[in-house]
């Protein structure tokens, strides 16, 4: 599935594809850029912990309609900054969370919805 904006989106249009996102995959990344090209160290970051840990997780490129998706992802999170991590729906927190939880030794768990 791919959750790709096409064009402007209004604040109700990302907050609607958010929510589908969230709705249809165990862990969602909203980041600027993709896998293949992450536009943001921060994001990369994010990526890299994931994929560390889990194969299958969906990818939102929030770039194309950044300050739409923002409005949304902040109305859902009540954080501001992006990168996002979702597992099961919920909110998880940005590169600096899941670099916490890494060293924890807690992300592998949180990403499969234990923790």
């Not at 989106?9 to 990302?14: G, I, K, M, P």
């Not at 979702?86 to 768990?109: K, M, N, Q």
Request: glycine share 10%; hydrophobic share 40%.
């Amino acid at each position: 599935m791919t959750f790709q904006p096409e064009g402007e989106l209004s604040a109700e249009e990302a907050g609607e594809r958010v929510e589908e996102a969230l709705a249809s995959e165990d862990v969602v990344l909203f980041m600027k850029g993709n896998r293949l090209m992450p536009q943001c160290g921060y994001s990369k970051r994010a990526l890299e912990l994931i994929s560390g840990h889990v194969e299958e997780f969906e990818t939102v490129d929030v770039l194309p309609a950044l300050p739409a998706y923002r409005e949304a992802l902040e109305a859902n999170s009540g954080w501001e900054t992006i990168p996002q991590t979702y597992v099961e729906g919920e909110f998880v927190g940005g590169s600096d969370v899941l670099a916490e939880l890494e060293e924890r030794g807690e992300l592998g768990d949180t990403l499969a919805g234990e923790a």
